[in-house]
């Protein structure tokens, strides 16, 4: 047995150059760009509820997920979560140059980069209680890839980690199977024989098999287990549920959502620098492509697997859509989008920036550098909202306590109806940075509290405030029913609360259908 001291050296000696670069890029990037959302307190209206959370959300089909977030603690410790996410997010790095055979330092740079400042990365930091454990679901999702392709029975491994990626957080089955694509697109445009590649695709086919079946198989296992049926939310209870017409136009809408978060989604192009950026690298890859076309015109094999890949990327995009059609879409779930970029750097230095075109190279790189800058400065743009989203929301929320406190009649304990979200009548937005966090869920938005639970939570943890907050169905029943409510003024009017019948009402509002 090799002594700690000897087994180091093994391992130090089997490190590439090229990992060590990928790694430590992404790592200190990453430290770069996202460390003030560490270094603050500034919960978004999900973690008001998640200072302490033991993440069970088996209901949700992540059942893995209690284990990945368990590493960190249950408690909200942005720190500690941060550093550890930021830890997987590099690794994954590692594998993706391997797996996109990425081999010169600067591309290898810009890759680990691009894939750490992509703005969804910083929606998993505004649910900062989580990011550990997603972080970890897309370093598995992608470890499935690796393990597949490299190892010739690897796929049963892949299997096991695709299906514990997705019993943390499903999303990144499409992170998944867009590496699939290019890894397979790459072996049908080399040299070998059709027995070959069949059996090439049938190792990718087996793990997604594998991976997708036994992630079914553990939780329904669990579920029985604990008693617990799937959650209506996002449509999880409905999942594979898709046949029909009902098919045909979930499949539209898959390939509609797809270019309109490309072209219209205010990520990948929200201005006129990563427009421009955007278009150089189209242009490179066309002119690599064309190259291609050059060597392989005559070739079936080459035009049909470019017939498939274009035709299947959008649906692997948003294959989540697929799984589970009445899901709210939303940035957080589209990491799997920074791959138009990956995949264009890794394709471009493959097939165009051969020796004498120094130009196509700088062009890259250019292009390269200006969308990890225009994320870096989106993101952090988003986290100055989210502090300053906290701050007014703290402010608010000490009025609104201060009046409770001062209103005749109540009493510490005293059931408490809160409705309806902060009015926009005597509180117009404020928030100035829509036009670049409108899509960055989140990091958007002007206060964190929408319902009674949200001012419950928040009295608590930051205002060390005790509110008897009523129940939501008992606040739906008051709310329709109740004249006294209704005849109540919007805070901060004088007679915004009021004491009735043993309750006090208060009134956020400015209109009743608002809520």
Not at 59 to 70: E, I, K, M, N, P
Not at 134 to 144: G, N
Not at 197 to 221: D, E, H, N, P
Not at 326 to 334: A, C, E, K
Request: net charge neutral; glycine share 8%; hydrophobic share 45%.
């Amino acid at each position: 047995m090799k002594t700690p001291g000897e087994a180091l050296h093994v391992l130090k000696t089997h490190i590439k150059k090229s990992w060590k670069i990928a790694f430590l890029s992404a790592f200190l990037a990453g430290l770069l760009i996202h460390l003030p959302v560490w270094t603050m307190d500034a919960p978004n209206h999900d973690g008001l509820a998640s200072v302490y959370f033991d993440q069970n959300m088996i209901t949700s089909g992540r059942w893995f997920l209690t284990v990945a977030c368990g590493i960190s603690s249950y408690y909200t410790l942005p720190w500690l979560i941060g550093i550890i996410s930021l830890l997987c997010v590099s690794i994954t790095c590692v594998i993706l140059i391997e797996l996109l055979e990425v081999k010169h330092t600067e591309w290898i740079v810009l890759t680990s980069v691009l894939f750490v400042s992509f703005p969804a990365l910083a929606s998993t930091y505004a649910y900062i209680f989580t990011a550990d454990g997603y972080m970890f679901a897309l370093l598995l999702s992608v470890l499935a890839v690796y393990l597949t392709k490299r190892y010739r029975r690897g796929f049963w491994a892949g299997g096991l980690c695709l299906a514990f990626s997705m019993g943390t957080y499903q999303a990144y089955l499409s992170v998944c199977m867009l590496l699939c694509l290019y890894v397979l697109a790459q072996r049908f445009t080399e040299e070998g024989s059709l027995k070959e590649k069949a059996f090439y695709v049938s190792r990718f086919l087996g793990m997604g098999v594998t991976g997708v079946s036994l992630y079914y198989v553990i939780l329904q296992i669990l579920l029985k287990a604990e008693g617990k049926a799937l959650d209506t939310y996002q449509g999880i209870s409905d999942m594979t549920s898709v046949g029909g017409a009902s098919l045909i136009h979930t499949i539209r809408n898959m390939y509609k959502d797809f270019f309109v978060f490309v072209f219209r989604g205010n990520i990948l192009s929200n201005n006129i620098f990563s427009l421009t950026a955007a278009l150089a690298l189209a242009v490179l890859f066309l002119t690599a492509a064309l190259r291609l076309v050059k060597k392989y015109y005559k070739s079936w094999w080459f035009w049909g697997t470019f017939a498939v890949f274009a035709a299947v990327f959008p649906l692997a995009a948003n294959i989540i859509i697929f799984v589970s059609p009445q899901v709210g879409y939303h940035l957080l779930m589209r990491y799997q989008y920074v791959f138009l970029l990956l995949f264009c750097v890794a394709f471009v230095e493959k097939y165009g920036t051969g020796r004498g075109e120094a130009w196509r190279q700088w062009l890259l790189l250019g292009a390269g550098t200006v969308f990890c800058v225009n994320f870096a400065v989106s993101v952090n743009i988003g986290y100055g909202n989210l502090q300053k989203r906290y701050e007014k929301t703290y402010a608010y929320c000490v009025r609104l306590a201060d009046r409770i406190e001062q209103t005749e009649g109540y009493y510490t304990g005293m059931p408490v109806v809160i409705m309806g979200v902060v009015g926009e009548q005597n509180f117009p937005p404020t928030d100035i940075t829509t036009s670049v966090t409108g899509n960055m869920i989140g990091l958007c938005g002007d206060y964190l509290c929408y319902t009674g639970p949200n001012y419950k939570d928040f009295f608590k943890h930051y205002l060390g405030i005790t509110i008897e907050v009523v129940e939501q169905d008992v606040v739906g029943q008051i709310y329709n029913t109740s004249e006294i409510y209704q005849s109540l003024d919007s805070f901060p009017g004088a007679n915004c609360t009021k004491v009735v019948d043993g309750m006090l009402y208060v009134k956020t509002e400015n209109k009743l259908e608002e809520y």
